[in-house]
Nanobody, 127 residues
């Protein structure tokens, strides 16, 4: 079992930055590909970005490319989502997710493929 806890959310103004953290316990994240998703009120959960097990490969949804960066610190058992140039449309609850995989470079973008989820952290961007 892996427990994931997100932190770092909050209320910011458009153009500001936030760094979300996803701390894992119970298992090491060395064997897990990770992802970030978000869900705004009334909308379905959407993919934000993913990072491979070895931390080398990343992918992002188009709306956050160039603004968001995912990183993985296996020593700290933590994954980060650096969010710059935030926009009001980034307002959502952000979730991290973990998928155990034997493939070091695998990226996982479908929510149904993930094994473990955190409880989410609220990000609100005011205009």
């Amino acid at each position: 079992q892996v427990q994931l806890v997100e932190s770092g959310g909050g209320l910011v103004q458009a153009g500001d930055s936030l760094r979300l953290s996803c701390a894992a316990s119970g298992r090491t994240l060395i064997t897990f590909a990770m992802g970030w998703f978000r869900q705004a009120p009334g909308l379905e959960r959407e993919f934000v970005g993913a990072i491979s097990r070895n931390g080398v490969s990343v992918s992002y949804t188009d709306s956050v490319k160039g603004r968001f960066t995912i990183s993985k610190d296996n020593a700290k058992n933590t994954v980060y989502l650096q969010m710059n140039s935030l926009k009001p449309e980034d307002t959502a609850v952000y979730y991290c997710a973990a998928k155990e995989t034997v493939f070091p470079g695998r990226l996982v973008s479908r929510s149904n493929d993930y094994d473990y989820w955190g409880q989410g952290t609220q990000v609100t961007v005011s205009s």
